[in-house]
């Protein structure tokens, strides 16, 4: 069986209790470097993800008598690993545990219901911002090209009123969290690791 552990946003105290068991009995842990240096008191192979995803499968494949486990943050299915991981193994011998997501924890502390909230993402694609400013609630993980700044001049462009929630590094010691018009965004300095949600009430 091939473990799928959402480890939630960052700080390992987000981790389930059904994750750390599981990663505890595992022999193998595969995943990217911010999740695999946050597992601290492991002993057994650690195996870092990077663009090696065939090799990945080969290898999981190849040992199917190890315990292996994949480190996901947030959750695998949000924006993660899972979608790839559902596509080439098997569903009989996967377990997706799914750990508290980077977007569900930046609502909870801005005390806003995720309810009819629309879910998308700018790695490695530019999205449809017609289609993505037609909600009223959106949420977006984004990468280093297409970020909070770049949100906020498509808002503007398309002369909008909306409110923009910015969460850096959540769950970690330096969260931050901005919360201002288009304009006041594009004003702040650059941004770290972080999801966008656009409001249109606020
Ligand atoms: C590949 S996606 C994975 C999302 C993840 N599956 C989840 O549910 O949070 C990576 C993106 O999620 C967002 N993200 C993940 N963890 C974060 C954190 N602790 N603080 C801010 N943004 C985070 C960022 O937009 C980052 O570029």
């Given at each position: 069986?091939?473990?799928v ?11 389930t ?28 192979e ?15 494949n190849?040992?199917?008598?190890k ?86 001049k ?42 966008v ?6």
């Amino acid at each position: 069986m091939i473990n799928v552990i959402g480890l939630g946003p960052g700080n390992t105290d987000y981790i389930t209790k059904l994750g750390e068991k599981l990663l505890k009995n595992s022999d193998v842990i595969i995943g990217g470097k911010r999740n695999l240096e946050s597992i601290k008191d492991f002993n057994g192979e650690k195996i870092e993800l990077a663009s090696n995803l065939k090799e990945i499968i080969e290898y999981i494949n190849d040992n199917k008598d190890k315990q292996i486990s994949v480190l996901a943050s947030g959750d695998p299915f949000i924006y993660g690993i899972g979608r790839y991981l559902s596509k080439n193994i098997e569903s009989k011998d996967l377990n997706v545990v799914s750990g508290i997501s980077s977007l569900q924890y930046i609502f909870s502390k801005v005390h806003i219901d995720m309810n009819d909230l629309y879910i998308t993402s700018s790695h490695g694609k530019t999205p449809d911002f017609d289609y993505v400013l037609n909600h009223k609630k959106v949420c977006m993980v984004t990468d280093k090209i297409i970020g909070p700044k770049e949100i906020c001049k498509e808002i503007l462009k398309r002369n909008l009123d909306r409110t923009v929630i910015v969460g850096e590094n959540l769950s970690y010691d330096n969260e931050k969290i901005t919360i201002g018009s288009p304009d006041e965004i594009l004003n702040t300095d650059e941004f770290d690791m972080c999801v966008v949600v656009i409001l249109e009430d606020y």
